[in-house]
């Protein structure tokens, strides 16, 4: 198949010419012509595998093909991101496409001056690439005006439509025309979100082109167990051994990142970090520095999980796991793209054991275990499977107890202490676990 057989136009076969772009990843086989006939869509496929061009190709198609010139302060297509890093990325993805088109592209985001932006909407853009939040501001700014909208895309859909986004999306659903086109996109769906999209949606096209919520199978992924306290140590240590030239580091709070990007920095070494707390533009220029290589390890909140395409990157680090399972596909799949290998590894603490459980039963696998000498975690990790059980070894048995104080010398007819044999000889799960999944999340 090429892209020609999909029945692209001349302008857009010349774009993807430029880029490389030979043949279409499968995500892009089905949605492309679904897209062009018009259809809704929900369409699930793992990271890095070409979505962004699987909506926005089509797309530049329909909007030079049909419809109004764009009028003043208005948009054609709006694609809405959950952070600001993926809008700019998807836009500049958007624009590359449309190199060759008479089309104009804008994005919009917080975290700089909205001046700017209100300047560059009053003639119009076809295709507003935006974050909720300053998409919401304009609008009520009067610099944009929706009733022009032929086509809606969620990327990142489920994180769009979570609880974390609902009240921001309610709103700017009330702003846009009841008859236009919707895509949704992602490389995760929660049944819920699978619900309640099926809701938004006109008798919406379900692509799912691998299986459901599986990190692409170019990642080789393993955990090493180890004591909380011992993970800045232990990444130190693993980062020397294995010579990391470039890892992405996702950490649970900003206070985290901050610390472990102090401590890197403390010991010379090249790191930087990004989280909500930080100004968009140290925010990007960081990011930036990371793709370009002039910075060794980005440590990042889950506000870097998501679409961020970092060339040929290497390797992940989760230095502390996800809350939300669904999180760890998001973050690992910033390695392996566009077919290349890449390199997972989880810093797992005992307390970690249920978001690890939650993780293996989400992605269908049991992580492989390594651990590090010198690092055995006092608090060992129980084992777990990708059923859901976390497996807790048996008790070492209690010594008896004797009248008369304890000690070796009275111990009635045990023999020795250490020959006592276990009252429970057999290792059985415990407890199933939650998934971590269905809470109420904080926008980032
Ligand atoms: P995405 O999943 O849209 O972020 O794309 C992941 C990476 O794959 C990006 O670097 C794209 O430029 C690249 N890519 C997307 N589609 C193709 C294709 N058909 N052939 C080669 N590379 C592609």
Redesign the pocket.
């Known amino acids: 198949m090429t892209f020609a057989t999909l029945g692209l136009i001349e302008p857009l076969l010349r774009a993807?010419e430029t880029?490389?772009?030979?043949?279409?990843?499968p995500v892009?086989a089905q949605a492309i012509p679904a897209v062009l006939a018009g259809r809704d869509l929900m369409a699930a496929a793992q990271?890095?595998?070409?979505?962004?061009?699987?909506f926005a190709v089509p797309l530049l198609q329909l909007l030079t093909m049909e419809g109004p010139k764009v009028a003043a302060n208005s948009a054609r297509a709006l694609i809405l991101c959950p952070t600001r890093e993926l809008a700019e990325q998807v836009h500049a993805?958007v624009a590359e496409y449309a190199q060759n088109l008479p089309l104009t592209t804008y994005a919009v985001y917080g975290g700089v001056s909205i001046n700017p932006q209100m300047m560059k909407l009053r003639k119009g853009v076809d295709i507003l690439v935006a974050t909720p939040g300053r998409l919401i501001d304009l609008f009520r700014q009067n610099a944009l005006k929706l009733n022009q909208l032929q086509t809606l895309v969620l990327d990142e859909a489920d994180r769009m439509l979570d609880l974390g986004f609902s009240e921001e999306l309610a709103n700017i659903y009330r702003m846009l025309p009841k008859k236009r086109q919707t895509l949704l996109f992602s490389a995760t769906f929660s049944d819920d979100i699978r619900q309640l999209a099926g809701q938004m949606l006109n008798d919406p096209l379900s692509i799912e082109v691998s299986p459901r919520n599986v990190a692409a199978n170019t990642v080789k992924q393993w955990i090493v167990p180890v004591d909380k306290k011992r993970k800045p140590e232990l990444f130190v240590h693993l980062m020397r051994k294995g010579r990391w030239k470039q890892v992405l580091v996702f950490a649970k709070t900003r206070n985290g990142v901050d610390a472990l990007v102090d401590k890197l920095q403390g010991l010379g070494i090249n790191a930087d970090g990004i989280h909500g707390d930080k100004p968009q533009a140290t925010r990007q220029r960081a990011l930036d520095r990371f793709k370009s290589s002039d910075v060794q390890i980005l440590v990042a909140t889950d506000v870097a999980a998501r679409?961020l395409?970092i060339?040929d990157l290497p390797l992940v680090v989760n230095f502390d796991l996800p809350i939300v399972a669904e999180d760890y596909i998001h973050r690992i799949g910033r390695t392996g793209?566009?077919g290349n290998t890449g390199e997972a590894i989880s810093l797992v603490c005992a307390d970690e054991v249920n978001m690890l459980s939650a993780i293996e039963m989400l992605t269908r696998q049991t992580l492989t275990r390594h651990m590090e000498q010198d690092f055995e975690p006092e608090h060992r990790v129980p084992d777990t499977d990708a059923s859901g059980q976390v497996v807790k070894k048996p008790k070492k048995p209690k010594k008896p107890k004797t009248s008369g104080g304890g000690g070796k010398r009275n111990l009635g007819k045990w023999v020795d202490s250490g020959e006592v044999a276990p009252a429970e000889p057999s290792i059985k799960p415990v407890r199933k676990v939650p998934v971590f999944n269905t809470g109420p999340r904080k926008k980032k």
Request: avoid cysteine; proline fraction near 4%.
């Open positions: 993807l880029l490389g772009y030979q043949t279409p990843t892009q990271t890095g595998t070409g979505k962004t061009a699987g993805s679409g395409d060339e793209r566009a």
